[in-house]
């Protein structure tokens, strides 16, 4: 009788034991979700706007030979517009109240889904919410005295972060320009926030580069109204997310891997924007 008491009392333990873990485990993940601006991997939440290579709320514009590999979304009243040998390598996702321009010998090589202002409108909510999160992050201490990005003449700038780390940088301003270049060092759990109050530009073969960090990983957020710029061969890994702004693309060759979200996009030359499908 003894024995078998002892065997209930042990396996009731093991039970409350168990059950405990199980609730410490939710708890932690409950955590790590309720986090608004990063996914319990690391990875910048985007949410809804997940789906999209390209999000804007007002025009999408691509002409000469630009690309998009992934898919477009046109949310607001926004317009779909390709001209030339522009592509885009997935499917759009297209509002109610704009027309969609396909002309010369541009191509859509996906689907048109029409009318989807719901979707699209929860798509653009998030990537709305996660720029306001993300602005208020707390700066990362290392860091706080690296108010401003302006480099030029092959010089460069390396940030690094830890597992599990996420690195916010508070900017006013990011330039790049004459072959400079600006790395991003971590791990696959490693996440980066860089916010811009003013001013976002690349040019000249300037460059944003990831080492041991995937792109999903991190955030470019412009906080400014004006036009953000990338010209003349420039390159950068990251989300690109400035809601307030016209983000341009004007390069040969050049490229975004990753996502730009932004309140309207022009696509020039030979720009290209690309999302992994794999987190490299």
């Given at each position: 009788?003894?024995?078998?008491?002892?065997?209930?009392?042990?396996?009731?333990?093991?039970?409350?034991?168990?059950?405990?873990?199980?609730?410490?485990?939710?708890?932690?993940?409950?955590?790590?979700?309720?986090?608004?601006?990063?996914?319990?991997?690391?990875?910048?939440?985007?949410?809804?706007?997940s789906i999209f290579?390209?999000?804007?709320?007002g025009d999408f514009?691509?002409?000469?030979?630009?690309?998009?590999?992934?898919?477009?979304?046109?949310?607001?009243?926004?317009?779909?517009?390709?001209?030339?040998?522009?592509?885009?390598?997935?499917?759009?996702?297209?509002?109610?109240?704009?027309?969609?321009?396909?002309?010369?010998?541009?191509?859509?090589?996906?689907?048109?889904?029409?009318?989807?202002?719901?979707?699209?409108?929860?798509?653009?909510?998030?990537?709305?919410?996660?720029?306001?999160?993300?602005?208020?992050?707390?700066?990362?201490?290392?860091y706080s005295s690296?108010?401003?990005?302006?480099?030029?003449?092959?010089?460069?700038?390396?940030?690094?972060?830890?597992?599990?780390?996420?690195?916010?940088?508070?900017?006013?301003?990011?330039?790049?320009?004459?072959?400079?270049?600006?790395?991003?060092?971590?791990?696959?759990?490693?996440?980066?926030?860089?916010?811009?109050?003013?001013?976002?530009?690349?040019?000249?073969?300037?460059?944003?580069?990831?080492?041991?960090?995937?792109?999903?990983?991190?955030?470019?957020?412009?906080?400014?109204?004006?036009?953000?710029?990338?010209?003349?061969?420039?390159?950068?890994?990251?989300?690109?997310?400035?809601?307030?702004?016209?983000?341009?693309?004007?390069?040969?060759?050049?490229?975004?891997?990753?996502?730009?979200?932004?309140?309207?996009?022009?696509?020039?030359?030979?720009?290209?924007?690309?999302?992994?499908?794999?987190?490299?």
């Amino acid at each position: 009788m003894k024995k078998h008491l002892n065997h209930i009392i042990v396996k009731h333990a093991a039970k409350l034991f168990t059950s405990a873990l199980v609730a410490a485990a939710v708890m932690a993940v409950a955590d790590l979700k309720a986090d608004p601006d990063r996914n319990p991997d690391g990875s910048i939440n985007t949410g809804n706007a997940s789906i999209f290579t390209v999000l804007t709320h007002g025009d999408f514009t691509a002409t000469g030979s630009s690309s998009v590999t992934g898919n477009v979304g046109v949310s607001g009243s926004g317009n779909f517009n390709m001209q030339n040998s522009a592509t885009v390598k997935g499917d759009l996702y297209m509002n109610s109240g704009g027309t969609i321009t396909i002309a010369n010998s541009a191509t859509l090589k996906g689907h048109r889904n029409l009318h989807q202002d719901l979707l699209l409108t929860n798509a653009w909510t998030d990537a709305l919410n996660l720029s306001n999160a993300a602005a208020a992050e707390l700066v990362t201490p290392a860091y706080s005295s690296l108010t401003n990005v302006d480099l030029s003449n092959n010089s460069n700038i390396t940030i690094t972060g830890s597992a599990n780390q996420k690195v916010v940088l508070s900017l006013q301003n990011f330039r790049l320009s004459g072959a400079s270049s600006f790395t991003l060092q971590g791990t696959a759990t490693t996440t980066f926030i860089i916010n811009v109050a003013n001013n976002f530009s690349l040019s000249n073969s300037a460059a944003i580069n990831l080492v041991g960090v995937p792109t999903a990983n991190v955030l470019f957020n412009v906080l400014g109204s004006g036009t953000v710029q990338l010209s003349g061969s420039s390159k950068m890994s990251g989300t690109l997310l400035a809601v307030n702004s016209v983000v341009v693309l004007n390069t040969n060759s050049g490229s975004v891997t990753g996502r730009v979200i932004a309140k309207s996009v022009i696509l020039q030359n030979s720009s290209k924007v690309v999302t992994p499908v794999t987190n490299p």
